[in-house]
Nanobody, 119 residues
Framework: VKLVESGGGLVQAGDSLTLSCSVT????????MVWFRQTPGKERQFLAS????????DYSDSVKGRFTISRDNVKNMVYLQLDSLKPEVTALYYC?????????????WGEGTQVTVSS
């Protein structure tokens, strides 16, 4: 199973971005998906999660109302829309996929996509 994030970049404060996470090697239509971010010297921070159907997404308080998580099970992709960007959200953004196989719990990360917001 492989995750590839894309859509990051250098933007100005107030802009919007949509990050994408493409999943290969397994269909995600029965599983939850999660977005995290990380800045140098800090632990990865939970941002948002979405269940298999896309209903009732969960957000951290720090991004609630500004970020929107969504998914397309046909395309096997998950998205994170970032609105009203501020310099403090500059970070490496990761997609995370946890699922159970006959070998136990699998915890897969992508390599991340960098979001840099200039003031």
């Amino acid at each position: 199973v492989k995750l590839v994030e894309s859509g990051g970049g250098l933007v100005q404060a107030g802009d919007s971005l949509t990050l994408s996470c493409s999943v290969t090697g397994r269909t995600i239509d029965n599983d939850a998906m999660v977005w995290f971010r990380q800045t140098p010297g800090k632990e990865r921070q939970f941002l948002a999660s979405i269940n298999w159907s896309g209903a009732n997404p969960d957000y951290s308080d720090s991004v609630k109302g500004r970020f929107t998580i969504s998914r397309d099970n046909v395309k096997n992709m998950v998205y994170l829309q970032l609105d009203s960007l501020k310099p403090e959200v500059t970070a490496l953004y990761y997609c995370n996929y946890r699922f159970v196989t006959q070998y136990g719990l699998q915890n897969v990360w992508g390599e991340g996509t960098q979001v840099t917001v200039s003031s």
